[in-house]
């Protein structure tokens, strides 16, 4: 596998792509305005306990109150609160953590109004960015994520990625956790630590600690709302999850950004400083690698597979729905449950890609080409499982229902991603309507009265839709012979199929656009 980014920067906003042996497979936005996104963590204030909903409405300061249910506090709520006022009232001047005593875990099933009333100020982190009219989703169960291990303060706890399945490596990660770990943090290893050396390790546990200690000078001496350690920007934050041995290059096309990404890289995985490229390029950086042609077949409601397959993805309010059709695929096989087996795996494979570029969350429907023997059925589900297992985002997949549609349902975390791939009408420019097409002879004429009376043109070609053509040049006494006892200037006539109606242009002798 060959995995390249893309970072195209501009004075709004950072694109960064990220390109799987030449396939677009993760688009990213840095907006200008970078607050209320996930993992960035605020001093708030109650503003609402409802018990009916057994959850509480938090001032972080969006526009909407941000939502906060029971089940986010997390086990470790009571520690957390017991900390914040330690260091709001000057008892605690630093994030040591190994002689805080630790609250009893809260009641799993108990009651919001048994632990928090309005007014009180509360540490929390974004667990949903605000999407559509909600605003942000939280949590009170702190972590801070790093290269190779998240910090997880008030447990204990050590945890292990499920992907790291080698027995005695898990052993020698745990039993190196253990070692190293303060009290009173708990620690998730991460995928990518797997055969990593002790001083990496330590070093990524030591960064996350400085985090610690920073998120403790922002709301010491802070009142609510207020956001007391934000997330790394977006280009760190895919280099830190993605990078890794498979990465073979990194093309940047600004000289600022450019170092700033050396800069990072060069702390967390140094050997891999040599891949960061700086484009030169005129075209722009997504034109160069493809990535714009990309988007735009990608992000339509019409998506077409190299096959000649294609998908309809419609969206409603409350769903997506998908519609698979064989399209002018060529069959491979004469048997045809075989043939709409594989349209309907490589509609599959396609379909788990445009989730995780487009981020589509929420409920999925898909409807696949029908098939009738239920092995075939069951080999598309499992097909379709693998795919969607790549995408590190949470997703469940039932089996096809007696309707041979098949429903996901995805974690969303952040708004989908919406890109226009429909362009303005040039005829129209938008609006709807067009000029009387009775009048475009008229103003033909008039502009060639002026490059004929006043720019004294020679040899000039009129370069227009083949029905305008058509109507100029037909009949014995025709548009063109009008002009010419006129003007006593031939005028040649040039259909161009790709103009629209009422669009066309004026040539002098070379072949060039004469510009009024």
Not at 33 to 50: E, N, P
Not at 52 to 61: E, I, K, P, T
Request: hydrophobic share 40%.
């Amino acid at each position: 596998m060959d995995y390249e980014l893309i970072i195209n920067a501009n004075k709004q906003d950072v694109e960064i792509a990220l390109l799987k042996d030449k396939v677009l497979i993760e688009l990213h936005y840095e907006k200008a305005k970078t607050d209320f996104l996930v993992g960035d963590i605020y001093l708030g204030k109650i503003k609402r306990v409802i018990p009916s909903l057994n959850a509480a409405f938090v001032d972080v300061g969006y526009e909407k109150d941000a939502f906060l249910h029971y089940f986010d506090l997390g086990k470790q709520f009571s520690s957390l609160v017991k900390y914040t006022k330690e260091v709001k009232s000057g008892q605690r001047q630093n994030g040591d953590l190994s002689h805080f005593e630790l609250e009893k875990d809260i009641n799993k099933n108990g009651k919001i109004k048994e632990v928090l009333s309005g007014g009180n100020e509360i540490l929390v982190q974004i667990a949903k960015e605000p999407i559509s009219t909600k605003g942000p989703r939280l949590t009170s169960e702190l972590t801070l994520a790093g290269r190779f291990l998240v910090l997880v303060p008030f447990s204990n706890r050590i945890s292990i990625s499920q992907q790291i399945k080698d027995p005695q490596e898990r052993e020698r990660l745990k039993r190196l956790m253990t070692s190293i770990k303060a009290p009173n943090f708990g620690i998730i290893i991460r995928t990518v630590a797997q055969n990593k050396k002790v001083a990496e390790l330590d070093g990524d546990l030591r960064n996350l600690m400085e985090r610690w200690e920073m998120l403790l000078k922002g709301f010491k001496n802070s009142s609510p709302p207020k956001r007391v350690l934000g997330e790394l920007n977006k280009t760190t934050t895919v280099l830190r999850d993605l990078l890794d041995k498979n990465f073979t290059r990194i093309h940047v096309d600004s000289p600022q950004l450019l170092e700033e990404v050396k800069s990072y890289i060069s702390t967390i995985s140094p050997e891999k400083l040599d891949i960061v490229k700086f484009y030169k390029g005129k075209l722009n950086i997504f034109d160069a690698y493809d990535v714009n042609k990309q988007i735009k077949s990608s992000f339509g409601k019409k998506v077409v597979l190299p096959s000649g397959t294609y998908l309809i993805i419609e969206h409603t309010e409350a769903m997506h729905v998908i519609d698979v059709n064989s399209g002018n695929r060529k069959a491979l096989s004469t048997d045809h449950e075989t043939n709409v087996l594989d349209i309907n795996i490589e509609a599959a494979r396609e379909i788990a890609r445009l989730l995780k570029l487009r981020d589509m969350g929420g409920i999925i429907v898909v409807d696949f080409i029908d098939m009738y023997d239920a092995a075939s059925n069951k080999k598309l589900w499992e097909t379709f499982k693998g795919f969607l297992a790549e995408d590190k985002t949470k997703s469940n997949i039932l089996p096809p229902s007696k309707f041979g549609l098949i429903e996901i349902t995805r974690q969303r975390v952040r708004p989908e991603i919406e890109i226009k791939t429909t362009e303005m009408c040039p005829t129209c420019k938008g609006s709807g309507e067009i000029q009387a097409s009775v009048l475009i002879t008229d103003e033909i004429e008039n502009n060639l009265n002026y490059l004929i009376e006043n720019a004294d043109e020679k040899g000039i070609t009129l370069a227009c839709h083949p029905y305008i053509a058509a109507f100029i040049t037909n009949g014995t006494i025709s548009q063109r012979v009008t002009w010419f006892m006129r003007y006593k200037k031939w005028i040649k006539i040039k259909p161009n199929s790709s103009y629209t109606l009422l669009e066309y242009n004026f040539l002098n002798s070379e072949g060039e656009e004469i510009l009024f």
